[in-house]
T-cell receptor, first 115, second 115 residues
Framework: GEDVEQSLFLSVREGDSSVINCTYT??????LYWYKQEPGAGLQLLTY?????DMKQDQRLTVLLNKKDKHLSLRIADTQTGDSAIYFC???????????????FGQGTILTVHP | ETGVTQTPRHLVMGMTNKKSLKCEQH?????MYWYKQSAKKPLELMFV???????ENNSVPSRFSPECPNSSHLFLHLHTLQPEDSALYLC??????????????FGEGSWLTVV
């Protein structure tokens, strides 16, 4: 079955690096996503990684994928107070064209950045 | 400007009311989605439309009725809701309904409170 797990809370100091972890169970996952949700707002796509990649870097964001352990992480370098938000990990499966773009989300990690 | 616009942003309705949520996407996408985000559960997919045709109904109660008149607009008609239906309802869109490369973009959401 499909299950995506994240730790619920992470607290860091401004300027430190944040690492948000995610585990998933479905080995047929094709794409894995990180979304950010600020208070009162919808979901903002931060980055995504294709399942045949190990790493993807995009400015301050680094995504690491360990497909063997089904573990995904998002590292935010030089974390700022504006990075405080809920971060969602999500996976989509390749169902041979029948999965209809269905994303399965984790419950979200609340990142709090202290000055 | 996220490319996916939802109205209203906030809605309070009684259990006997009929109301509708509206979503419009300006991205030229062909697939649109309704997701529900409640306090105690991960994000849940409700409905999927591809080229105006409903392709998935994720066991959603009939008091939620979607409508997709064209590829740019999606509605969620609400009737006889329960207090436990209070949640953030997120609309999303993607280029098409296939999981490969199917980046999904979300709106800001409509906060619904049922009293």
């Amino acid at each position: 079955g499909e299950d995506v797990e994240q730790s619920l809370f992470l607290s860091v100091r401004e300027g430190d690096s944040s690492v948000i972890n995610c585990t998933y169970t479905d080995s047929s996952s094709t794409y894995l996503y990180w979304y950010k949700q600020e208070p009162g707002a919808g979901l903002q796509l931060l980055t995504y990684i294709f399942s045949n990649m190990d790493m993807k870097q995009d400015q301050r964001l680094t995504v690491l994928l360990n497909k063997k352990d089904k573990h995904l992480s998002l590292r935010i370098a030089d974390t700022q107070t504006g990075d405080s938000a809920i971060y969602f990990c999500a996976e989509s499966m390749d169902g041979g064209g029948t999965s209809y773009g269905k994303l399965t989300f984790g419950q979200g990690t609340i990142l709090t950045v202290h000055p | 400007e996220t490319g996916v616009t939802q109205t209203p942003r906030h809605l309070v309705m009684g259990m006997t009311n009929k109301k509708s949520l509206k979503c419009e996407q300006h991205l030229g996408h062909n697939a649109m989605y309704w997701y529900k985000q409640s306090a105690k559960k991960p994000l849940e997919l409700m409905f999927v439309y591809n080229f105006k045709e409903q392709t998935e109904n994720n066991s959603v109660p009939s008091r939620f009725s979607p409508e997709c008149p064209n590829s740019s607009h999606l509605f969620l008609h609400l009737h006889t809701l329960q207090p436990e239906d209070s949640a953030l309802y997120l609309c999303a869109s993607s280029q098409e309904v296939r999981s490969s490369g199917n980046t999904i973009y979300f709106g800001e959401g409509s906060w619904l409170t049922v009293v």
